[in-house]
């Protein structure tokens, strides 16, 4: 599995950004699809992640300003990000569990947003 995230780039605070990502290869064996991010200095968090049924979970720190979804005939993960904060900048990375078990993962390359006025 590959993933291609794109979408990333400055908005000023309260702003809005939408972050897509690609899969493509053995895409039939995803079970959960996701974004982290990691902001300089700390570690990488789960940001919201979407499972092949469409369940969704969030970190509180976006709970109800993101919303993830899905695409299933397009192998498409969105991340609709709204009432950014300066907190929010970080590299975004897109995420995939794929396999029996969700065995394998995989990590596409990150896209960066910037919160900043």
């Known amino acids: 599995v590959q993933l291609q995230a794109s979408g990333g780039g400055l908005v000023q605070p309260g702003g809005s950004l939408r972050l897509s990502c690609t899969a493509s290869g053995s895409t039939y064996s995803i079970n959960l699809l996701g974004w982290y991010r990691q902001a300089p200095g700390k570690q990488r968090e789960l940001v919201a992640d979407?499972?092949?049924?469409?369940?969704?979970n969030y970190a509180d720190s976006v709970n109800g300003r993101f919303t993830i979804s899905r695409d299933y005939t397009e192998n498409r993960v969105y991340l609709q990000m709204n009432s950014l904060k300066p907190e929010d900048t970080a590299v975004y990375y897109c995420?995939?569990?794929?396999?029996?078990?969700?065995?394998?993962?995989?990590w596409g390359q990150g896209t960066l947003v910037t919160v900043s006025s």
């Open positions: 995420h995939a569990y794929a396999g029996l078990g969700s065995t394998y993962e995989f």
């Open positions: 979407i499972n092949d049924v469409g369940s969704t």
